[in-house]
């Protein structure tokens, strides 16, 4: 199947991320993080560098199972920016929430005073950072972006918000290998990140032309999301046509016990009653 067709039908519903950003204990977020920003579903595949084919790879979810060969009930890691247990003050959480309130209106002049004024006053939340980074983004103001969703990332290295918006903007600026390079990061951060394993596999498939290092990933995001993304599903069928892996990169039974070989010895019994013997004598 050519690439150029099959990927004329898939961009119209893949690529990247709706970001949805902000304080931990403020505005705790769904952990899978993956819903899908169609906003540049035209964007043309880029062959990816060697560089990229060698770089480490990021951790995947790995199904485990008893001696006997039954399934354990995988448990995902949590969270760690949501289940944080920082406290957020009272003052803090109204701050934010009449910041987004303009931010949401367009008046992002005051929107970035208001985040502004919260990293002095706050100087330990990182999701102001965030918002900052996304009103740069909104007024074309790359590296200003940039420096932002790092500096959250600083403040708090444990904000994954802050990994999705850099890998987003990397994405958008064209800096394919430095979001790749973020995805990874918020990988080995928090392995069990849904919405990192299905951008990754969105960022080697259509835009590093490299499916068979998306295969895991789309599997990743499946498993981890128990199936329940059906077009993430057809996307996975898609991509092991392509690439002609079908082995599974997280489930992998082992191989069914061996059976006791049969001896080819009569037993006891048999041989009693060859000779007219019986258990009743």
Known sequence: MAKVSVNSVRTAGILGILLVSGCAALLPQPQDNSTVDETKASQPMVAGSPATQSDARAPLPQQAYTAEGEKIEYRAEPNPYTSSDSDVPQEARLAFQSAS??????????????????????????????????????????????????????????????????????????????????????????????????????????????????QPHYEAYDFLTKGNDPKVGNWLVEVRRRTGIETSFIDNPPPPPELPAESSEPVAADKGAENGQTDKG
């Open 101 to 214: 309130k303009l931010m949401a209106a367009e008046q992002y002049r005051e929107a970035r005073k208001a985040f502004k004024a919260m990293t002095r006053d706050f100087p330990t939340l990182s999701g102001p950072w965030v918002k900052l980074g996304e009103i740069a983004d909104k007024r074309d103001n790359a590296p200003r972006a940039e420096a932002a969703y790092r500096k959250a990332i600083e403040v708090n290295p444990d904000n994954v918000n802050a990994y999705m918006a850099l890998a987003l903007h990397q994405r958008r600026q064209g800096d394919f290998d430095g979001a790749r390079q973020t995805y990874v990061d918020a990988l080995e951060l928090w392995k069990d990140f849904p919405g990192a394993h299905l951008n990754l596999a969105i960022l080697y498939d259509l835009y590093l032309n490299q499916p068979e290092l998306a």
